[in-house]
């Protein structure tokens, strides 16, 4: 690899480390956080909502400019919004002021992979393109993982929270400066005026339908469809895409050009594609459950869980480098495939036959190397297939668009299979002290089955019940909570089998479509005036 292309990319996958890192950093900190500031639990998850709906707007917005104004500028406006906003976390000295600064980290950090990914499909020759992505995936992927283990680290080593984002102001300035240096860019621009109006509907229609999502309650996930605050922001954010959907076909051959080329949404395997994005993000967002499985179901602590997640860690890594590696080998579709069936393989051992530590690095390890190859490299290359020059930016961004909406909705359906499971704790414990011939008061049972039922907190239940004096109800408690917690996590681990499984399928549809599009493609190479 030349060496004017070495240094951007290492750049960049600093860059895509430094800002996926952030949302999972944050996680460890969350209950010191709330303290400080004061606030309720409730209050302290927007510190996660408000960023993740941060990335969702900022993603179309610095695809579309970067196609605009060029990817260098870009890139370097991210990195400095990125570094102030985390600043201004630090030296928040109100939650109201904490929040508006991480929105502004959050528009900081969503455009940076959008445009390091847009960077190497526009710059790096054909048979380089799928390494080179791999590494900014592996990056992704990586650091959504380590994320709550190095913020818990940094938590601990100096026993404060603002060291959380301090730690973001040297990367970011250091970032900056070598930027300007080594990345060099001859970019055909587009000339075309910003659709500043389509950006702004397409703001209000995907935070709109965000929001709706964060308002779904895992455990009454009927009840709460149902519910105005879901179903009428839902309705609204729909409506408002179709309307901006109608909006940019209008503007397609005027000379402004459109947010995202209709054109490009009317192609099958581009809308097939996002699908495929959809669901590794998804995917995504169940691995972040994994921990919580090691201490809650296998029984190791809560500061040696944080070890036995080193192997996904890596796995991830070696998948995402495999990934990029067999994209140019093989093609994205053949990489997603093998991607699809060793994710399914992998998380299929959960519930099969996990029941110790090394069974679990088995499967994770297969997990990792699964949704890491999924990562970065045969979905940007699909996605761009047809979309020109001008739409690259756009492109990439719509197809993390899509990812990031997956991984905000798919951790309310998976932690609401662990927060119904132990509605059956009651039936369990009755079992399984009827199986040890134990009777005891219905007091005493209702006791134990409601101790699981407020929070969840599966820890302090844990820690309460091995206090019982009596062995023999002590192990028959505990075994209780051990089946109850195995039951949330096997409907957890199952649907993330569902999810790989139509990875898989989806991925050979789209093959099959770009088939027969490219049987069906002009002279000029063209599918249509894209």
Do not use: C
């Amino acid at each position: 690899m030349q060496k004017e292309m070495k240094w951007p990319l290492l750049l960049f996958a600093v860059g895509v480390f430094m800002a996926a890192l952030d949302n999972g950093i944050i996680t460890s900190s969350l209950t010191t956080l709330n303290a400080s500031f004061g606030v309720s639990p409730t209050w302290g998850a927007w510190t996660i909502t408000l960023y993740t709906l941060g990335l969702a707007i900022s993603v179309p917005i610095a695809g579309k400019l970067s196609d605009r104004f060029g990817r260098k500028k870009l890139f370097l406006i991210e990195v400095a919004l990125f570094g102030i906003g985390s600043l201004l976390v630090a030296l928040s000295t109100s939650f109201t002021f904490f929040l508006i600064a991480r929105v502004i980290q959050a528009l900081g950090g969503g455009g940076i992979f959008i445009i390091a990914s847009s960077y190497v499909l526009s710059k790096f020759p054909a048979q380089r393109q799928g390494t080179a992505l791999g590494l900014l995936g592996g990056m992704n992927g990586i650091a959504a993982i380590l994320g709550p283990n190095i913020g818990a680290f940094i938590l601990d080593v100096t026993g404060n929270w603002h060291w959380l984002f301090l730690i973001n102001v040297p990367i970011a300035i250091l970032l900056f400066i070598a930027g300007i240096r080594y990345i060099h860019e001859e970019q055909e621009l587009s000339r075309a005026a910003v659709d500043w109006g389509g950006i702004a509907v397409l703001t209000v229609g995907v935070l709109s339908l965000m929001y709706s999502f964060s308002n779904l309650d895992g455990v009454n996930m009927l009840q709460s469809l149902a519910s105005p605050m879901f179903y009428s922001f839902f309705l609204v954010g729909i409506a408002v895409l179709v309307i901006f959907y109608f909006m940019e076909k209008r503007l397609e051959g005027s000379d402004r050009e459109p947010v995202v080329s209709t054109k490009l949404l009317g192609i099958a395997s581009f809308r097939w594609t996002l699908l495929i994005a959809f669901f590794s993000g998804a995917i995504l967002a169940s691995v972040i459950f994994i921990p919580g499985f090691v201490e809650q179901y296998l029984g190791v602590s809560s500061t040696a869980s944080g070890y036995w997640f080193t192997p996904l860690a890596l796995a991830s890594g070696i998948g995402a480098g495999g990934g990029g590696y067999l994209v140019d080998r093989k093609g994205p579709i053949w990489t997603l495939s093998v991607a699809g069936l060793l994710s399914a393989i992998g998380f299929l051992l959960f519930p099969l036959w996990v029941e110790h530590i090394w069974q679990f690095v088995i499967a994770s390890t297969l997990v990792g190397i699964g949704f890491g190859m999924m990562l970065g490299a045969p979905v940007n290359v699909l996605v761009t297939e047809q979309a020109g020059e001008h739409n690259k930016g756009i492109a990439v961004a719509t197809s993390s668009l899509f990812r990031q909406m997956a991984m905000a909705i798919a951790p309310t359906i998976f932690a609401g299979f662990l927060a119904r499971s132990f509605t059956n704790l009651g039936s369990n414990i009755q079992s399984g002290l009827a199986d040890r011939g134990i009777e005891v008061p219905p007091v005493a049972l209702e006791q134990y089955a409601s101790g699981g039922a407020s929070g969840n907190d599966v820890s302090s239940l844990l820690a309460g019940l091995s206090k019982i004096p009596d062995a023999n109800i002590r192990e028959a408690l505990l075994q209780a909570v051990h089946q109850t917690t195995g039951q949330g996590y096997n409907g957890l681990f199952w649907s993330a089998v569902i999810f790989s499984i139509l990875t898989l399928v989806v991925a050979l549809v789209t093959g099959r479509l770009r088939q027969k599009e490219k049987q069906q493609q002009k002279p000029d190479g063209s599918l249509g005036s894209i």
